[in-house]
């Protein structure tokens, strides 16, 4: 790529750019769901990481997660990588991977040697890049319910 990936904590400035970046991913832009998201990283940081890549003074993917330490029956504390996203310019560059070296020394200092995560089956870049990271198949089956509103059940 040739310019340094900067990897540094995500800010209340960043906002913006969050939004920008993961309408690429996602399709569209969800600042209601970012602005909440952000405010608990940034006030919440024992337990939560926000991470930003940058790349010549322009930040390019973000990376936000969470840490757990005995939550849903499980006895040892673990992580959750809760959104991973990059510019499509930038995708294959290094920086997606860049953001996980950052997050994993960060919870290795913890002690935290477990990171789950959800990616929708059809997600074959993402699902590609999480099995490059070293990403498996957990032993768990993640469960839901579609609620009908028309009924009491």
């Given amino acids: 790529m040739g310019s340094e990936i900067i990897v540094r904590v995500l800010e209340p400035r960043d906002f913006a750019e969050l939004v920008r970046i993961d309408a690429h991913s996602f399709g569209r832009p969800r600042p209601e769901y970012f602005k909440l998201k952000l405010k608990n990283t940034l006030e919440d940081t024992s337990v939560r990481v926000g991470l930003a890549a940058e790349v010549d003074g322009t930040m390019v993917g973000f990376l936000m997660g969470s840490m757990y330490f005995g939550d849903y029956g499980q006895a040892e504390p673990v ?58 198949p957990a032993p768990r089956l993640c469960l839901e319910q579609q609620l009908n509103f028309e009924t009491d059940d």
């Fill in 79 to 136: 992580a959750t990588l809760e959104s991973i996203s990059v510019l499509p310019d930038f995708a294959r560059k290094g920086v997606g991977s860049a953001l996980w070296r950052q997050f994993t020394m960060n919870l290795k200092a913890l002690r935290i040697d477990k990171v789950q995560t959800l990616v929708d089956w059809s997600s074959f870049d993402l699902l590609a890049f999480m099995r490059h990271l070293g990403f498996r």
